[in-house]
């Protein structure tokens, strides 16, 4: 981190650009880009800088790649097969089977193999140029202050090549937002001659970061010293599925659809929230770079999606049996573990965090969680028995986590007095 540079750093607007064939345009402030809607919110003076936005740095390059190697690396894609892969973005949606899997292909992976030899020697002279428009593109003031001990003007580092496909027949359709934790990301597209959907970005509201940005203003990407990582903050509901499943392929003033023609290539840095809008027909193609895959600015000890996303929560005990001797719906007679599912670093395994222990019946308990967790209710060890494994145990009642709730109930089989009678009814017809 390097708080002493926050002075060197703003968000500013492109000037066109030429180097080599790739040609820059700016993706322009109203959102009209070329060839957009141009749709614009009408405000009272009043709430203008209620409802002023906050300007990305992102800028398109024209004919970066040229369409019949385009239509090579697609070729040579399809030959070789996407394979289906969960995304880190998702990790919140995936116990809910949203979205889960991706179409990708690792051309480089992040150690730098290169997986798919014939894939990259297609793609691999066009590096230097676009490496070049990244030089061109960012603060070289602040790029040296981020990397004291580089040379002067440095070749930025290439650390990951990824390749997408999207369509209705795709598991996954669409893509929330998110940032990107590398420097800076490259999105060439190898086709346009899909509808709908497709790439966009989102420019987050100054009325949600009011102490830290100033609209129509260069804005350093500085929040504080305790959170100097410079990503502006979304709204919450921007950061769901149903919000980006349901948008209209245009423009409008706080969401931008860059108009991309086939080897076309968007370059932002790491403070651009971006995402992908569902495809109607057709099939979108892109190959995504990443540089700079140490990013000086972030704080790679703390996951910012940890902090934004973090929501604190009640949990409630209210889990019910029928009992045997009056047929009444009682609260079970034993507490019970409350145990977080952790099933990220394991493919056939669950690993289950304790959070807390002996939580009597009809009470309820506050605690930090994030979207997609799962809480499980186990039954309490009672005294004297031995203490088994937390995977061997009853699982009494779970719940996962929703970005939008925020108190929660372990419920049984049992919860209401109806379903006692159904099963009394039932035993005593069976005598």
């Not at 145990?339 to 690993?351: A, G, I, L, P, R």
Request: glycine share 6%; charged share 25%.
């Amino acid at each position: 981190m390097v708080p002493t540079a926050a002075k060197y750093v703003f968000l500013f607007w492109a000037v066109a650009v030429a180097i080599a064939v790739a040609v820059a345009v700016p993706v322009l402030a109203n959102g009209s880009d070329d060839g957009g809607t141009g749709a614009t919110d009408t405000v009272n003076p009043s709430t203008k800088v209620h409802n002023a936005l906050i300007e990305p740095d992102v800028r398109r390059y024209t004919n970066v790649l040229p369409r019949d190697v385009c239509e090579k690396i697609i070729e040579l894609g399809e030959a070789a097969g996407f394979a289906l892969e969960e995304d880190s973005i998702d990790a919140f949606e995936i116990k809910n089977n949203e979205n889960k899997h991706s179409q990708a292909i690792d051309v480089m992976d992040e150690d730098g193999n290169v997986n798919y030899p014939e894939i990259f020697e297609a793609f691999e002279p066009y590096i230097p140029n676009i490496a070049e428009l990244i030089r061109s593109q960012r603060n070289e003031e602040l790029d040296r202050l981020l990397f004291p001990d580089e040379p002067p003007n440095r070749v930025p580092r290439l650390g990951w090549i990824f390749y997408r496909k999207y369509s209705p027949e795709s598991t996954r359709n669409s893509l929330i937002p998110h940032f990107d934790s590398n420097m800076h990301t490259v999105n060439i597209a190898l086709n346009d001659d899909f509808t709908g959907g497709g790439l966009f970005y989102v420019k987050p509201r100054h009325s949600n970061n009011p102490e830290d940005y100033f609209p129509n203003q260069e804005n350093n990407y500085f929040r504080g010293e305790d959170t100097a990582d410079g990503v502006p903050w979304l709204l919450d509901y921007q950061l769901t599925y149903d919000w980006v499943n349901n948008l209209q392929h245009e423009n409008t003033t706080g969401v931008v659809f860059p108009k991309l023609e086939t080897g076309d290539a968007l370059i932002h840095n790491y403070t651009v929230w971006h995402a992908v809008a569902p495809i109607k027909s057709g099939i979108r193609y892109s190959m995504v770079l990443f540089f700079d895959m140490h990013n000086p600015l972030l704080n790679h000890d703390d996951d910012f999606y940890d902090n934004y996303l973090l929501i604190d929560i009640g949990i409630k005990h209210e889990i019910r049996e029928c009992d045997p001797t009056t047929g009444k719906l009682v609260y079970i007679h034993d507490d019970i573990d409350v145990f977080w599912v952790n099933d990220e670093d394991y493919d056939d395994y669950e690993s289950l965090e304790i959070v807390r222990e002996n939580l009597n019946p009809g009470t309820s308990y506050k605690l930090g969680s994030y979207p997609g967790h799962e809480l499980r209710a186990l039954r309490s060890v009672r005294e004297g028995e031995v203490v088994p494994p937390p995977n061997t145990r009853d699982i009494l009642s779970s719940v996962v986590i929703e970005i939008d709730k925020e108190e929660y109930e372990f419920v049984g089989s049992f919860t209401t007095q109806e379903d006692c009678d159904i099963v009394n009814y039932v035993e005593k017809e069976e005598l």
